[in-house]
């Protein structure tokens, strides 16, 4: 088969000369679907970055595949690319029994994080045929043993084939007989504050060191009290630490959380029915904030992310400072945290206004933004 990977783009995600819309592991998959003769109603992919998968399938001409991708920029960049290629015949699921149900083949573009590979695999074996083959990919400097380790958890039959082109497959079959309860959304107390996780949501039920650091500088005790009217917003809110936390101390403000994880999504809204103020907070699954209106913040909160997958690039911090200056009105307030080492500051006055450091410790620095 002769599917043209390279005119798939990674848009509207970060894109530069170092970044592509699909890697060699993609294309073990798509082989190794493709020498099984399944029936396209019977395959679901899951962490599908840009569509690589599915397009490569149905180009194929399988009908009928599901998909199931966690960020929203990934499904933007499936949906626009399955446009350009004048490609259909997929459907795209949240990680759940309509994904799963009756699948006999499920293609896995291997997580980074062993807790969303646990729920990932524990939903395969609950919800997908009896005779499901899961079909686990990744390149081999990210791949380890404790990956295998996850996944027996849940199969009973776990093989890691030969390498090639610095990617390997991994085949997990027979599915163990599962719990009466999925083992996530995990749950945990902290200091008046619940948090609940789902298994790809960055730091699970744990409060981010981050997090934590801004929560500090910010006082969000209750105690003092934010105009009537103000608009708050969580960007990229991860769990809803922040979100909560600020509705918690706030009652009279209204609150967005958003983020591009569909993971940590249902992770904020769980966290925010746990806390009791999911009447008071949107959570939203979006990219960088698109949907929110220009101008119509007074307060952004943000904890920006310094990777994209498993490479370290910057470029998903700038996208959100964008963001928020977008977002932000005229004198509207971005605080910030970020990893000292980053030395954001500068990138921060530049696209967003006047910047203050609050806070520096050996790990952590918080600033506050005025937009100009």
């Given at each position: 088969m002769d599917f043209p990977y390279s005119r798939l783009r990674r848009w509207p995600d970060v894109e530069a000369d170092n970044l592509q819309a699909h890697d060699a592991t993609d294309l073990l998959l798509v082989e190794r679907a493709l020498s099984l003769g399944i029936d396209g109603h019977e395959i679901a992919v899951i962490g599908d970055e840009y569509g690589a998968i599915t397009l490569a399938l149905t180009s194929a001409g399988f009908d009928g595949v599901r998909v199931h991708q966690d960020l929203a920029s990934g499904r933007r960049a499936l949906a626009r690319n399955a446009e350009e290629l004048g490609l259909a015949g997929f459907s795209s699921y949240e990680l759940d029994a309509t994904l799963l149900d009756g699948a006999r083949l499920v293609l896995l573009q291997l997580p980074k994080a062993l807790a969303e590979l646990e729920e990932i695999a524990d939903a395969a074996a609950r919800w997908a045929a009896p005779d499901v083959v899961l079909v686990a990919g990744g390149?081999?400097?990210?791949?380890?043993?404790?990956?295998?380790?996850?996944?027996?958890?849940?199969?009973?039959?776990?093989?890691?084939?030969?390498?090639?082109?610095?990617?390997?497959?991994?085949?997990?079959?027979?599915?163990?007989?599962?719990?009466?309860?999925?083992?996530?959304?995990?749950?945990?107390?902290?200091?008046g504050l619940t948090l609940v996780a789902h298994g790809g949501a960055f730091a699970g039920a744990k409060l981010d060191i981050g997090t934590r650091v801004l929560l500090d500088v910010l006082g969000l005790d209750g105690g003092e009290e934010s105009n009537p009217g103000t608009t708050v917003v969580d960007l990229g809110c991860g769990t809803g630490a922040l979100a909560a936390s600020y509705a918690l101390a706030h009652p009279e403000a209204g609150v967005i959380a958003t983020d591009r994880s569909a993971a940590a999504v249902a992770s904020a809204r769980a966290t925010m029915a746990a806390n009791g103020v999911g009447d008071r907070v949107t959570v939203m699954h979006d990219d960088a904030g698109s949907e929110i209106a220009d101008a119509s913040a007074d307060?952004?909160?943000?904890?920006?992310?310094?990777?994209?997958?498993?490479?370290?690039?910057?470029?998903a911090a700038t996208r959100l400072f964008e963001a928020a200056a977008?977002?932000?009105?005229?004198?509207?307030e971005l605080f910030t945290v970020f990893n000292s080492s980053l030395g954001y500051r500068a990138e921060l006055t530049r696209l967003v206004g006047a910047t203050e450091q609050l806070e520096r410790t050996p790990k952590f620095t918080v600033t506050r933004s005025i937009r100009r």
């Amino acid at each position: 088969m002769d599917f043209p990977y390279s005119r798939l783009r990674r848009w509207p995600d970060v894109e530069a000369d170092n970044l592509q819309a699909h890697d060699a592991t993609d294309l073990l998959l798509v082989e190794r679907a493709l020498s099984l003769g399944i029936d396209g109603h019977e395959i679901a992919v899951i962490g599908d970055e840009y569509g690589a998968i599915t397009l490569a399938l149905t180009s194929a001409g399988f009908d009928g595949v599901r998909v199931h991708q966690d960020l929203a920029s990934g499904r933007r960049a499936l949906a626009r690319n399955a446009e350009e290629l004048g490609l259909a015949g997929f459907s795209s699921y949240e990680l759940d029994a309509t994904l799963l149900d009756g699948a006999r083949l499920v293609l896995l573009q291997l997580p980074k994080a062993l807790a969303e590979l646990e729920e990932i695999a524990d939903a395969a074996a609950r919800w997908a045929a009896p005779d499901v083959v899961l079909v686990a990919g990744g390149r081999v400097k990210h791949m380890t043993i404790a990956q295998n380790e996850v996944l027996e958890r849940s199969f009973v039959e776990v093989q890691a084939q030969r390498a090639e082109r610095k990617s390997r497959l991994v085949i997990a079959s027979e599915p163990r007989p599962v719990s009466s309860e999925p083992p996530f959304p995990l749950t945990a107390q902290h200091e008046g504050l619940t948090l609940v996780a789902h298994g790809g949501a960055f730091a699970g039920a744990k409060l981010d060191i981050g997090t934590r650091v801004l929560l500090d500088v910010l006082g969000l005790d209750g105690g003092e009290e934010s105009n009537p009217g103000t608009t708050v917003v969580d960007l990229g809110c991860g769990t809803g630490a922040l979100a909560a936390s600020y509705a918690l101390a706030h009652p009279e403000a209204g609150v967005i959380a958003t983020d591009r994880s569909a993971a940590a999504v249902a992770s904020a809204r769980a966290t925010m029915a746990a806390n009791g103020v999911g009447d008071r907070v949107t959570v939203m699954h979006d990219d960088a904030g698109s949907e929110i209106a220009d101008a119509s913040a007074d307060v952004v909160l943000l904890n920006p992310p310094f990777h994209l997958g498993s490479s370290v690039h910057t470029g998903a911090a700038t996208r959100l400072f964008e963001a928020a200056a977008r977002i932000l009105r005229p004198g509207g307030e971005l605080f910030t945290v970020f990893n000292s080492s980053l030395g954001y500051r500068a990138e921060l006055t530049r696209l967003v206004g006047a910047t203050e450091q609050l806070e520096r410790t050996p790990k952590f620095t918080v600033t506050r933004s005025i937009r100009r």
